[in-house]
């Protein structure tokens, strides 16, 4: 399939207007506080739905539809934990973390932990972070090829990557969080515009209406109980938590012009991620279902029997169904989607770099340098688009992402929001075993008890080393607070 030049110049000016807003941005950043946090003055209606666009994103995005097609309704409950995350977030993080990072001028989520810890604790959430994001990035970019691909068989995989990656970047580079949040901003409205007004109208139309989409899918796709309290329960544990330990979250509540606009902020973000979000992306994913049992992706060989990669069906149902014009504005809503995550964990990955890991172990000044902000930024974007072209399934890649980063980090900032005086050598070896235990248990790829994912062993261990340690070494790792610069005895 040919790309229609209408389609074509439709697309072309949306990433025009992205790194329009970036270059907005690249001469109003005056230090980092500027880049990484937005000056601290950024509203609840946009964080709010830069937080949403972050979160649910392209992943989100191509893995519902593929959820919708593959389990129907019952894929939507994989956004319900993130309404309660967010929720729970918000009347318990908030309110802990928000008075201090204004008051300590804080730019990332270590830079939490270091206050309530130690330094060596900050560094090591600093490397999990930043392999997790690394990870994200990648896994957001290979969302926009996979959609690309399918949708317009004339660009190939790699071309597609190196399109969703240099445009991310370039104007995440140039405008820092503030860009990243106003088009974000963008992206959003013009997703929930396109499934609105054009996707889910015109998809229902061509399938010929609620008669034909009832006669060609089985009962049990409408139901929302098609899935296993297993399957819950591993979304449950590997999503909430992410609401707590997720540097692109961190980044947004310290940009927040007060508590109160937080907490409204992440209220917003909770509603749109379910139930709107989650049930539009499935009922897209239900409708690509329908097509292709009515045989419509015969065309692009796979006939009824020989079941196309389940995230490919919604981008095959959207490049069947949309005429010339449609087609590129719903594409541009789907790269808006998928752009929108990419460019906040690249924000959240260079932020790591810059100010957990070089600022913690060098002595060269890297408070207040834009440049050596933006060049991280570019490098990381760099390695991000090479990972993407050695990836395959993008869902679980990210699933893969959050997990190794929960298992690593969620049991101390738990103690954080529970203890009065965590210990910082407790928090530092449950990271190191939560972390690497679900590492290892992924890459080796065993077969786990009761369908359990390898995060919930990452944050048991975790919790048991945790609970271990504690008693034996609050009084140390208060001493070492006081020797490294750590805070945790200002926090009483």
């Known amino acids: 399939m040919e790309i ?59 893995g519902l539809g593929g959820l919708g097609f593959a389990i129907g309704l019952s894929g939507s409950w994989m956004l319900f934990t993130g309404l309660l995350g967010a929720w729970l977030s918000a009347a318990l993080l908030i309110p802990r973390i928000y008075p201090v990072a204004r008051k300590y001028r804080l730019l990332s989520f270590p830079e939490a932990l270091k206050h309530y810890y130690n330094k060596p604790v900050a560094i090591v959430a600093g490397i999990i972070s930043l392999i997790g994001y690394i990870g994200f990035t990648s896994s957001q970019i290979l969302a926009g090829a996979k959609l690309a691909t399918a949708t317009f068989p ?49 998809g229902y139309y061509e399938l010929g209406g609620w008669g034909s989409i009832q006669t060609h899918i089985p009962d049990h796709l409408f139901s929302l109980t098609n899935i296993s309290w297993m399957q819950f329960f ?30 409204r902020a992440w209220r917003i973000a909770g509603l749109f991620e379910w139930p709107v979000m989650a049930f539009m992306g499935v009922i ?41 014009g449609l087609m590129g ?33 060098s002595r060269i000044k890297t408070t207040n340098n834009i440049r050596r902000s933006q060049f991280i930024t570019l490098m990381i974007g760099t390695i991000a688009i090479f990972l993407a072209t050695t990836m395959q399934n993008v869902l679980e890649l990210m699933l893969y992402s959050y997990a190794f980063m929960v298992s690593g980090l969620f049991i101390p900032v738990l103690a954080i929001l529970i203890l009065k005086k965590p210990s910082a050598s407790a928090a530092f070896w ?46 140390y790792g208060h001493a070492i607070n006081r020797k490294t610069g750590g805070s945790a005895e200002k926090t009483g």
């Open 4 to 62: 229609h030049w209408i389609d074509a110049l439709i697309f072309i000016l949306y990433l025009a207007a992205m790194l329009g807003v970036g270059f907005y941005f690249l001469k109003r950043n005056s230090s980092d506080e500027d880049y990484y946090v937005g000056g601290r003055e950024m509203s609840a209606r946009h964080v709010g739905l830069s937080v949403v666009a972050t979160d649910v994103g392209g992943g989100f995005s191509i």
């Open 154 to 202: 004339a660009i190939t995989i790699t071309e597609a990557v190196l399109i969703m990656g240099v445009i991310a970047a370039l104007y995440t580079v140039m405008g820092g969080i503030k860009a990243v949040i106003y088009t974000d901003t963008i992206q959003w409205i013009i997703l929930i515009s396109g499934l609105v007004l054009i996707g889910i109208p015109y």
């Open 234 to 263: 591993n979304w449950l544990i590997t999503i909430v938590p992410i609401w707590f330990v997720g540097m692109t979250l961190y980044q947004r509540i310290y940009a927040c012009k007060d508590e109160k606009t937080a907490k």
């Open 284 to 324: 897209l994913g239900l409708f690509a279902r329908v097509a292709f049992e009515q045989g419509l992706f015969s065309t692009f060989g796979y006939a009824p029997g020989n079941e196309p990669d389940p995230e490919l069906g919604l981008p095959l149902f959207l490049a069947h169904i949309l005429p010339v």
């Open 329 to 361: 504005l719903m594409m541009s809503a789907y790269f808006s989607a998928i752009m929108s995550t990419a460019d906040s964990c690249l924000m959240a990955a260079s932020g790591n770099l810059q100010t957990d890991i070089i600022g913690a172990l």
């Open 430 to 475: 449950s990271m190191i075993s939560g972390g690497l235990t679900t590492l290892m248990l992924i890459f080796l790829k065993l077969k786990l008890p009761f369908g359990l994912d390898a995060n919930f062993f990452g944050i048991a261990l975790s919790a048991i080393v945790f609970i271990t340690v504690q008693p034996f070494s609050s009084n």
